[in-house]
């Protein structure tokens, strides 16, 4: 098997699941895939800022402020004031939203709870391995690209 393929496939059923369940759902018909991606990013960022996603995303702060304003007027997002720093506000999902973004997950459980079902424990441990190294190579070489090393991979 090929896993550059594999990857491609299971990237392109992620995709395409979300894309469906966007235009099923009522939730989400007035907004673009591009916000889906920033309520993921919140809903899975601890004390989610606009700093942080301005940083991650490589993009001006003025420019995720626009789209966190446009999701708070939407009602998808919440803003609240740091306790220990009033010049910091925190960014979440609403709670009545993230129980209907957890919908997009239920996919993600099914397949995982069939891989178990499938493989034993050794087995899953061993492909949590290949998933987290297989995750390291890919953010360091997106880092190295960032930065102008863009060695390019070996090819087959």
């Given amino acids: 098997m090929n896993p550059i393929k594999a990857v491609d496939r299971l990237y ?16 989400y018909h ?15 960022t601890e004390n989610c800022t606009v700093s942080f996603l301005a940083d991650v995303l490589h993009v001006a702060k003025s420019s ?10 939407q009602g998808l997002v919440e ?9 910091v ?11 209907e973004f957890k919908k ?10 069939q891989v178990q079902k499938q493989y034993v424990p050794e087995e899953i441990d061993r492909f949590c391995e290949m ?7 890919y953010n360091n070489y997106a880092e190295r690209t960032e930065r102008g090393d863009s060695n390019e991979p070996e090819k087959d």
């Fill in 12 to 27: 392109y059923n992620i995709i395409l699941n979300e894309l469906r369940m966007m235009n099923e759902n009522r939730l």
């Fill in 30 to 44: 007035n907004i673009t895939y591009n916000s889906l991606l920033y309520l993921d990013l919140i809903s899975y």
């Fill in 64 to 73: 995720v402020t626009l789209k966190v304003n446009e999701l708070m007027k």
């Fill in 79 to 87: 803003k609240k004031q740091s306790e220990h720093d009033r010049r």
């Fill in 89 to 99: 506000y925190y960014l979440t999902v609403r709670p009545e939203i993230l129980e």
């Fill in 104 to 113: 997009l997950d239920r996919a993600t459980d099914y397949a995982v709870k």
């Fill in 131 to 137: 998933l987290d190294a297989f995750s390291s190579h």
